[in-house]
């Protein structure tokens, strides 16, 4: 028996599956390597290269794999370019997700962890995001993601599907230098590029309502985020009852000033970023809470920021 991990040769994907295999537990990828990579999934892992909207495929591959049980990552993740890219972004998340279902169901396998996203919060209007907090999505991206969720809800309801969301914000870090965030939408890509092309990485507004003007997210690490997911599966395998949605959040997040100057620290590389506008929707503050996702999914922050930067900077630099 086996888990299959959709969008497994991304950056966070990969790391999940490394997360399993560090358990002793089998895995299968599916990737359609529009942003993974091949190199990121281990030669002793399976990897189907194909989209989830192909639902034979999906078929297929959990018949073939023995499938019990479903991470689901794979998806169209750019908030931004969401707004430009609204039918890509539905298709890829919402019929993905339908598809991935209708294979599941055809073929027995009753367990999914969705990679949902803190994008369906919009602007909160609270400090300190809980998993009851109402969901204001504010880009295709985060409505695709909501709908998400519902699909799946709804299907447990039918079908008996066991299930969990996991809801989380900004991943960055590395577990391994082999693996690194190639995102070009990214904070710590988009920086660590500027400063290997020698150029000055830029702040997008410095007037928001916060203590240092610019925007609070969280941050988490992706080793521990891909480890909560393992648990997650582990959980629902072993038919035990979990919340239909869990907060990954740090608690306290972190301002794109404090990133800069971190990033200036580990590097050694001195700049002073430049200041742009503001981005269109661009929330002053999200930070969630994690205490049910401690309680129940063994979430916990283990690295510091620096610690954050550090890991991903050693982790580009070999590359």
């Known amino acids: 028996m086996s888990w299959l991990v959709t969008g497994g040769a991304g950056y966070i994907g990969s790391h999940v599956v490394r997360a399993f295999g560090e358990v002793g537990l089998e895995v299968v990828v599916v990737d359609d390597l529009s942003s993974g990579h091949r190199a990121f999934v281990g030669a002793e892992v399976p990897l189907v290269e194909g989209s989830v909207v192909d639902t034979d495929l999906m078929t297929r591959t959990m018949r073939e794999h023995h499938v019990e049980g479903v991470v689901h990552l794979a998806g169209y993740k750019y908030a931004g370019v969401s707004v430009q890219r609204p039918l890509h972004t539905y298709t890829q998340n919402v019929t993905g997700t339908v598809s991935l279902l209708e294979a599941m169901a055809a073929t027995d396998v009753d367990a999914m962890v ?12 609270v400090d300190l995001v809980t998993e009851e907090t109402a969901t204001r999505p504010e880009s295709p991206y985060g409505e695709s993601k909501l709908v998400g969720e519902w699909v799946i809800r709804d299907q447990a309801v039918a079908t008996g599907l066991r299930h969990t969301s996991l809801r989380y914000f900004n991943v960055v870090g590395s577990g391994t230098d082999e693996l690194y965030d190639t995102s070009p939408h990214n904070l710590f890509p988009i920086v660590f590029e500027k400063l290997l092309a020698g150029e000055t990485p830029r702040i997008n507004g410095t007037d928001f309502e916060t203590p240092d003007g ?3 997210r969280d941050y988490v ?12 599966a582990q959980r629902l395998a072993a038919g035990e009852d979990l919340l239909p949605v869990y907060n990954l959040g740090s608690g306290t997040g972190s301002s794109v000033a404090e990133i800069m100057t971190a990033i200036r620290t580990v590097t050694g590389i001195d700049f002073t970023p430049e200041h742009g506008p503001r981005r269109p929707g661009d929330p002053a503050r999200i930070v969630a809470t994690g205490e049910a996702a401690a309680r129940d999914l063994d979430w916990q922050m283990r690295h510091t920021l620096e610690d954050m930067v550090r890991s991903a900077w050693q982790a580009r630099s070999s590359h």
């Open 114 to 125: 969705f990679s949902s996203s803190a994008a369906t919060f919009g602007t909160p209007d």
């Open 214 to 216: 610019t925007c609070v």
């Open 221 to 232: 690490h992706v080793a521990d985020l891909a480890r909560s997911h393992v648990v997650a």
